[in-house]
């Protein structure tokens, strides 16, 4: 055979299956050469019904957290090119950081590896992080991880279609001090830090020489933010304190204290008053030095200042150290983005019900990236009655108005809420009630039944619960893409014709847990019930080994739980 003749059958071979490799050794030909095919990007090509060969749409991930890490999790449509950028090469378990900074659990126990889920789903990593947006190109700039040194590179990267999951940074509302001398606890080196500087503290208080001052000065521990992260460190850092600190550092030990600040009047707000009310009676009685209504305005190296909000008074105290857990901000990429698409005079990128940026139909967002803008249902009233009225008589007939009740629902959720908080069954009922009968209705009697549904609307909480899904819903809306743009399952356009391609993301709450130390655990679950104390605690144990990612991690965090059981934790500074 030829050389040439053995070319065109190689080349054949090649065309008709394109994904067979990215390049290809052949064997010997004439003259002992060697002869190499390579398709410019053939595993990013895939073929259609009818046999044709078709470039497939780059999907740019960025970010490995909550939101990113379940897209790829359950994003399984061979018709996409994926490519995940992220400086973090690993997913966290973010709920179990408190967990890590007193050695309860490691942190390696709460990470999972994401070039697994790559492996395995044929994925692309980069490490890399994410540093500027260019919507208008569909491009991003990104910078390699060790983006402070030298050797730092650069680069571009195309994309077709961008989702954005890069989380949020922590919020310090501009407090003198803050960025140079607090804690976080968002990341495992957060954890870590924190971990180290508990123990470094309770060994620099045990050098002789020291005054009776200086060692509560080092051994003075403030929690800023009153919410579910900063509470669940307290209590983790107090059962520390008493379990073991007690054993290990026995001279000191009597001079640790933990004092909890929070603006508001309650810390939990966000939880039933019952929960609130348990919570703030049991850090009191554990001597946990519990301070509303109290803002920080200040923190040096030394000292911390708090402003009392009843009467402006400003106190600064002496601490050893300070953990900020106040709540999120947009990060630098995501603001600068903002200001490309319109959206420099919002605190928080917005998104459509689809997940999807305004102003951006190739960018989608999730988790603690974005907000999703609810449309009202007032904003469209008079569509919603004219697409109803099909016989365009100025009123709805039973007949007419059951032909949207159903989109109505799926299209504004807040109707449903309403109609829970007002206790009935359905739409129907509420413009009964405010017809008097549920023979006609015209458009004012419908705008007034519907008044007051917008009242419901709220924004989405910035949890894993709420990034886990909205990942989950926007893979399956892609595994799907190709069949609901010819088919479409959505709600009625009302201000347009047909329909949306997808049912609008609905979040499901599965409840809440705010661990308070001494094996008690407050839990707020569905249907209003609310349980406090020692079995919430095994709920909690239950609910979290099962939520974690892999079957290591969940061996991981489990034997960690039972070693903390029979040895205590751990409390060396490594």
């Known amino acids: 055979m030829s050389s040439h003749s053995f070319s065109k059958r190689a080349y054949s071979f090649f065309k008709t299956y394109p994904s067979a490799a990215k390049l290809l050794l052949l064997s010997t030909c004439s003259g002992g050469g060697l002869l190499v095919y390579s398709d410019s990007n053939p595993l990013k090509r895939t073929l259609t019904a009818d046999g044709q060969e078709t470039k497939k749409k780059k999907v740019v991930v960025l970010g490995s957290g909550w939101g990113g890490y379940s897209f790829l999790s359950y994003l399984n449509n061979p018709n996409y090119d994926v490519q995940v950028v992220s400086p973090r090469n690993f997913f966290l378990f973010t709920p179990l950081l408190p967990s890590v900074t007193n050695g309860t659990v490691e942190a390696r126990s709460i990470v999972e590896p994401i070039r697994g889920l790559m492996r395995k789903k044929g994925f692309e990593y980069t490490e890399a992080e994410c540093v500027k947006i260019d919507a208008s190109n569909k491009k991003i700039l990104c910078r390699s991880k060790d983006g402070a040194s030298k050797d730092a590179k650069e680069f571009d990267m195309d994309y077709d279609i961008l989702v954005v999951a890069v989380g949020a940074k922590p919020n310090t509302f501009n407090t003198p001090g803050v960025e140079e001398n607090a804690h976080f606890l968002k990341e495992a080196e957060d954890a870590l830090k924190i971990r180290q500087t508990v123990i470094n503290s309770f060994e620099r208080a045990s050098l002789p020489d020291l005054t009776e001052e200086e060692r509560k000065r080092i051994l003075h521990f403030v929690v800023v933010g009153g ?19 007690a054993k290990i550092y026995p001279k000191v030990q009597e001079f640790t204290r933990i004092t909890l600040l929070e603006a508001g009047d309650h810390i939990l707000n966000m939880f039933d008053k019952r929960i609130t009310a348990f919570a703030e009676e049991k850090f009191q009685r554990d001597g946990i030095d519990l301070k509303t209504k109290n803002m920080v305005v200040g923190v040096t190296a030394d000292e911390i200042s708090t402003k009392e909000i009843a009467t402006g008074r400003i106190v600064s105290e002496p601490y050893g150290m300070v953990v900020w857990s106040t709540g999120i901000g947009i990060r630098p990429v995501i603001k600068e983005f903002m200001h490309q698409i319109g959206q420099g005079q919002r605190r928080v990128l917005a998104t459509d019900e689809w997940l999807r940026v305004e102003g951006c139909d190739s960018v989608y967002a999730l988790g603690d990236t974005a907000t999703i803008n609810q449309r009202r249902v007032m904003e469209d009233i008079a569509a919603i009655f004219s697409k109803a009225d099909k ?10 108005f059951k032909s949207v009740v159903k989109d109505i629902c799926q299209r504004y959720p807040q109707v449903e809420l309403y109609l829970k908080k007002k206790k009935l069954r359905n739409i129907a009922n509420l413009l009964k009630s405010a017809n008097g009968d549920d023979t006609e209705v015209n458009i004012e009697t419908f705008k007034q039944a519907l008044s007051e549904v917008d009242t419901q609307m709220k924004n989405l909480p910035a949890t894993a619960q709420v990034a886990s899904q909205q990942g989950k819903y926007l893979a399956k809306c892609f595994n799907k893409m190709e069949k609901c743009e010819k088919k479409p399952e959505g709600p009625l356009r009302f201000r347009g014709e047909g329909r949306h391609r997808f049912q609008p993301f609905r979040y499901r709450h599965f409840g809440s847990f705010a661990p308070l130390g001494g094996e008690q655990t407050a839990a707020e679950l569905p249907g209003d019930w609310v349980s406090i104390g020692h079995s919430s605690q095994w709920l909690w144990y239950s609910v979290y080994a099962s939520k974690l990612v892999s079957w290591r991690t969940r061996s991981l965090v489990v034997s960690d739980w039972v070693r903390r059981f029979i040895f205590g934790r751990d409390s060396s500074s490594i």
């Open 391 to 400: 016989g365009e008589t100025g009123t709805l007939n039973k007949k007419e």
């Open 227 to 245: 919410g579910p992260t900063g509470v669940e460190f307290s209590a983790e850092l107090h059962d520390f304190l008493v379990e073991d600190v």
